[in-house]
């Protein structure tokens, strides 16, 4: 029996996740793709067009006409268009426009809906998604939000192990072989993290680099949460090791930012590091600290820090 868990990550981006819209608009497949320097890229690499449509498959004509935008490519032409180019896979990646604000609000409406069992909110989610499967060019994180919307589905549903499994290796697969990662691949780990631990332990660390990594551009907060969700996924599954890397990089990303939850994590986190092997004395510690903080009627949290504080004391 799966139990329900709060992703503090996905509150701390979108505090009012409960009331947003489950319905998903159209653009969500329409794909920005700088073709006018992957023009720039083809001729700094002396191949003709004639050569390269030939190689790819595709007509001069047709090539000319999609660098017009006049039409789109398949993801499979672009993808031999990057191998004839030479082009690493963060080269490529930076073509795309980076995934709009709406992809990142489905990828958290799923794992926040996902960790929590609504199934139906899942289903839904999930099958707007598919309405758009059928568009001319699916760009990647349109592709990974499906995968990614199956697998919430088989998490919550009941005798979908299989399914699940072998969903969950392809994602983890997918993700890792990237040279740049977005927030929505984050947001997927972190989530897979929290459905299946120990499969995600042997990347754990990993994880909490990149997401520890400035170059990984998003807002302080957001990313102290997040290693906020890591650091409870480690505690409550008793990894001391795990457990010590999370409480470090939490300490290293909140540094001069001022945040009443932020500073109880931290301090609560100190608590449970410099006592883990005296947990009867960290506990009443922990009990002092819950009882001296106000939680602002924000019950989710406060009922997080307590199944953490739970967790941690047997």
């Known amino acids: 029996m799966k139990d329900k868990i709060f992703y503090s990550g996905v509150n701390a981006i979108y505090p009012d996740i409960a009331s947003l819209d489950l319905q998903i608009s159209t653009n969500m497949v329409n ?41 789109d490519l398949p993801m499979d032409l672009l993808i031999s268009m990057q191998k004839l180019l030479v082009l690493t896979d963060y080269e490529f990646l930076s073509l795309f426009g980076q995934p709009n604000d709406e992809y990142i609000q489905v990828t958290a409406m799923l794992a926040y809906n996902a960790l929590l069992l609504t199934e139906d909110n899942c289903l ?11 568009s001319s060019l699916k760009n990647d994180p349109y592709l990974l939000l499906l995968d990614f919307s199956n697998l919430c589905i088989f998490y919550v549903k009941e005798d979908c192990d299989d399914e699940f499994n072998q969903l969950f290796d392809h994602l983890i697969n997918l993700i890792f072989i990237r040279d740049i990662w977005t927030t929505i691949d984050a947001l ?13 332990f042997p990347f754990f660390s990993e994880l909490l680099n990149i997401l520890g990594n400035l170059k990984f551009t998003i807002s302080s907060k957001h990313r102290f949460f997040l290693i906020f969700d890591l650091f409870c996924i480690a505690v409550n599954a008793d990894n001391k090791k795990l457990s010590f890397e999370s409480f470090q990089k939490l300490n290293m990303v909140s540094y001069g930012v001022n945040d009443w939850k932020m500073s109880f994590v931290n301090e609560m986190s100190h608590i449970m590091i410099d006592n883990w092997d005296d947990r009867d004395n960290a506990v009443i510690k922990l009990k002092k600290l819950v009882n001296n903080i106000l939680f602002l009627n924000d019950k989710n949290f406060e009922e997080k820090v307590n199944h953490l504080i739970n967790n941690y004391s047997k």
């Open 31 to 71: 794909v920005a793709f700088d073709r006018e320097r992957l023009e720039e890229i083809r001729r700094s690499r002396n191949i003709s067009v004639n050569n390269m449509a030939k190689r790819i498959g595709l007509s001069r004509s047709r090539y000319y006409r999609w660098l017009d935008n006049e039409i």
């Open 124 to 134: 839904v989610l999930r099958d707007n998604l598919v309405k758009h499967q059928n």
């Open 188 to 200: 997927v780990l972190v989530t897979m993290a929290y459905m299946s631990p120990k499969r995600v």
